[in-house]
Structures are given as C-alpha cells and as structure tokens.
T-cell receptor, first 119, second 112 residues
Framework: GAVVSQHPSRVICKSGTSVKIECRSL??????MFWYRQFPKQSLMLMAT?????????EQGVEKDKFLINHASLTLSTLTVTSAHPEDSSFYIC???????????????FGPGTRLTVL | QKEVEQNSGPLSVPEGAIASLNCTYS??????FFWYRQYSGKSPELIMF????GDKEDGRFTAQLNKASQYVSLLIRDSQPSDSATYLC????????????FGTGTRLQVTL
C-alpha cells in the first residue's frame, strides 16, 4: 500500500514553455502533498506544501507565480512550471501525507520523481 | 534557520563491514527523525524512523538517537554492494509537524 505515482517520469521541453507534473496517491487519500526539487548531487529542497482545497504554501525563495500548484482532490496535486528555463531543469519529487491517523509519525510517501530538462 | 547536517562522503566500507552514518540537527525541539536511502536517479525510500532516545533495530539497520546531543545515526551491519547509495537524514519540522527538512546526504560506497 501507500503508493504515489508521478506523471510524466521524464519531460524535455523548450525554453519558454510550460510543463505540468501530476502527483497521485493511488491507494490512500492525502490532504497534504509536498513538492521537492533536487539538483544534481544536492539534497531534496522543499518547494511548497500543497493542501487540498486551499492555496499552496511556498517556501522562501520559491516563486509562486512560476511554480503553480493545484490540489484539486484528495488524491491529486499538480505542479506547473510556467515559462520554463534551462535553470529549472531538475528532478521534481512529490510526496503525500496520508490523512491523520493512517500513517506512523507523519510518514510521507514519495513519488518516483519527474526529470525535467529545459532546452 | 533549521538545519540538518551530514558528512557528504563518500564513505567507503568493504563488503561485510559496518557502515556508520551520522547526522546532527539544530532544532532542539525536533521529535521525529527519518533515514532515507536514495539510489541515483530515483526518489528516496524510507529505511527507518526513530523518535525515542536510544537504539532502534530493523534487520541489518540500527538507528540511534541522542536528543541531548542532537544527534542521530544509522548503522548498517554486514554491508552489501546493494547498500551503495546516498543516505538522507530528515527531521520533522516542529512547527508544522509534517514538513521534512533533509540533510545533504552521505554517499555510501560498499566495495567488494
């Protein structure tokens, strides 16, 4: 159980275009999902916390108008990278936090990640 | 700024040896701690979590927590080449009780 999927797994796009990444919890409901970004040889950096039915909370330094997050249901959050540039090329990983009481010590379940390359 | 510190490595150990990975954290109020393993190009996978002082064992893995010293470690016994990966220490944010702060990770190499 506790499977999180991401789509697409890889995407290559041209500079200036927008890319949407989906994160789905397949066998549980998640009111909270997290979006991380990981550059080569660096750790995961939290970008934003996505809450179902409300606006996302962005970490300091993350542009909310560039990284649009929508959490429309208890099983789906999307991250849209708008007007992507080569410096946005990274590994984007989502995680999902099951509803309270259904996981131990607020364990997050991670998706497999999406590799974004902006040419 | 809440920080989680790890030695980036690489830590090289021979097959069959014990690998010892260390992590310190700055938020004295932190309660829950996680160790993740991440293979190159993959997302993290949870190995263990610990919340009480002392040791917690799960198979070949032992997590050790010392809240007074703000220190958490992971021991891997009988290290195997398949254990070669980056190990990430993560701490639950005390304010939100859900956000994770990750360390920079320690790269482990298990040699034949």
């Amino acid at each position: 159980g506790a499977v999180v999927s991401q789509h697409p797994s890889r995407v290559i796009c041209k500079s200036g275009t927008s890319v949407k990444i989906e994160c789905r919890s397949l066998d549980f409901q998640a009111t909270t999902m997290f979006w991380y970004r990981q550059f080569p040889k660096q750790s995961l950096m939290l970008m934003a916390t996505s809450n179902e039915g409300s606006k996302a909370t962005y970490e300091q330094g993350v542009e909310k108008d560039k990284f649009l997050i929508n959490h429309a249901s208890l099983t789906l959050s999307t991250l849209t990278v708008t007007s992507a540039h080569p410096e946005d090329s990274s590994f984007y990983i989502c995680s999902a936090l099951p509803l309270t009481g259904s996981s131990s010590y607020n364990e997050q379940f991670f998706g497999p990640g999406t590799r974004l390359t902006v040419l | 700024q809440k920080e989680v510190e790890q030695n980036s490595g690489p830590l090289s150990v021979p097959e069959g040896a014990i690998a010892s990975l260390n992590c310190t954290y700055s938020d004295r109020g932190s309660q829950s701690f996680f160790w993740y393993r991440q293979y190159s190009g993959k997302s993290p996978e949870l190995i263990m979590f610990i919340y009480s002082n002392g040791d917690k064992e799960d198979g070949r893995f032992t997590a050790q927590l010392n809240k007074a010293s703000q220190y958490v470690s992971l021991l891997i016994r009988d290290s195997q080449p398949s254990d070669s990966a980056t190990y990430l220490c993560a701490v639950i944010d005390t304010g939100t009780a859900s956000k994770l702060t990750f360390g920079t990770g320690t790269r482990l190499q298990v040699t034949l």
